[in-house]
């Protein structure tokens, strides 16, 4: 609890100890022969101790012209029951206890706000203090906005890293855990690049700054979850409107209430009053208007605690109306990397032959194949024996080994060179490889599947996303055979960016009412149609300033398993958010009814709002 908690809890303690000593008083006859203005004494201190925080607001509110919220509906309605009482009406005890029990709820309410906001604070901590800037006269500690592109700075074990940089000496495990919701910490040695918000774990680091502070990782997901709360869902607009409308309404019933019960049903002027005061207290709408945003902000933090994050609760709505998710292939179901997946030699060659060979003739390319080549032989290359190398586009390299001549690539190269091959039937990217006019072998090198694409699809589907769809540019064979393997329904291939956004367009335009198209990519590429669809989802962003610009949700490492997770927080949220409505609307309503004919009395009035209120806070922190 923070200070102003404490202060509340200390002033509920010592009001509800003085309340119980004064109806326990009044249950055994003491307070019956005391005169009524010393009963009126007895009673004022307790409620002002409790309440003179909402007397307070509700007329600085009525000077600012802001009449009717809950301070305004419980303030009238407390101290017309204490009129009441100077009237001989006994209800000196209700008006205490409808404001003991007002801010026992306001208490739940600020400790609720206050665990999910924890969630979402954890990131917030992200940020940085200070960065140990490295100068020719030593360290020196200053503001990570003062530090410049190009800059060094030391990263010591147990600190946060400040801004984005590569990895000039050192090697250290750094803990992502607040950014990605990852346990496991990943290895950083020189070269690699790391990002500000990571925690080196056991050794300094010395790092190149590659971008300023307000450029940052983590300047630039802070900025994103301080404005999440501004991009409200449309059931929270609706309940901020309805508020709006409704408070007054009530008020003017309540008055007519007063009014009319005594001049056309020749009802006491005491007991239209007390039935309006009951009136007044059910109809705050503090259970619609509390339990909504929490229930969403509930949401949010839970999404942020394994490292999803959301940048509004209408997007969270969004996706828990999600029926159809289109998605990228590479770098969303594959790793987006080339790899050796089969080495095929001819009769007589061996496997490690071929490879060289390949590797050999591949050695002073950076083409993602030769990378990968050069990677599975994975020994030291004898330049000396290769002669002129040549690229040709379309078709692999023509080079010399000792003299022989050599060719790698695609069959296409080997039939324009007369070598007799024989072809693999496969969706994997084919390398044939020939020396001296002799077919060598083939090696299938192609993107592999990540290992939780198909669990990830298989809960999507049991969480209730109907269709997934891959849009990608890359071969139709590939495609298909990647979407074989994880489960996806329908594979559109060989795209340009501007023919995925027709795609999703599509999809917008035949999706059934009430439902939504999400779009999952890796967001560097893809940027264009996360904006396009109803909700975009960013993978693997971690770093990636695309990504976070624009996606809706940024899933902040490369798990799949996120997705069916993230699902299941939005349409559990949902159901939180309707589940309050419907209850709350529901009890209200009975009870306005109730008190309208006299049936209801303030206690059960104090139930109708602060109970219900308490009930429906409770219920939005099960997120």
Known sequence: MNKKQKQTLVR???????????????????????????????????YLLIGYDVLRKAGRNIVRGNVFDENFLMSIATLAAFALGLFGEAEYPEAVAVMLFYQVGELFQSCAVGRSRKSIGDLLSLAPETANLITESGVETVDPDEVEIGARILVKPGEKVPLDGTVQSGSAYLDTAALTGESVPRLAQPGDAVISGCVVADAPLTVEVTRRYEDSTVARILEMVENATNKKAKLENFITRFAKYYTPFVTLAAVLLALLLPLAFHTSWADGIRRACNFLIVSCPCALVISVPLGFFGGIGAASRIGVLVKGSNFLEAVAKMNVL??????????????????????????????????LGESCSNHPIALALRARYGEPLDASALGEIRELAGQGV??????????????????????????CDTAATVVYVALNGSFCGAILIGDTVKPGAKAALSALKRSGVGETVMLTGDRKAAALAVAEAVGVDTVQAELLPADKVAAVEALLQSKAPGTAVGYVGDGLNDAPVLMRADVGFAMGALGADAAIEAADIVLMDDDLGKLPRTVAIARKTMGIVKGNVAFALAVKLAILVLSAFGLASMWMAVFGDVGVAVLCILNAMRN
């Open 398 to 423: 023509r080079a010399a080994v000792n003299g022989q001549p050599l060719l790698v690539g695609n069959a296409k190269l080997l039939a324009e060179h007369g070598v007799d091959f024989t072809p």
């Open 326 to 359: 289109a998605m990228d292939k590479t770098g969303t179901l594959t790793h987006g990397s080339f790899a050796v997946q089969e080495i095929l030699p001819a009769e007589g060659r061996s496997e490690t032959e071929l490879l060289r060979l390949a590797a």
């Open 12 to 46: 509920i303690l010592i009001t509800a100890a003085v309340f119980a000593v004064l109806l326990a008083l009044q249950l055994v006859g003491v307070l019956k022969g005391l005169p009524n203005l010393a009963v009126f004494a007895l009673y004022l201190p307790p």
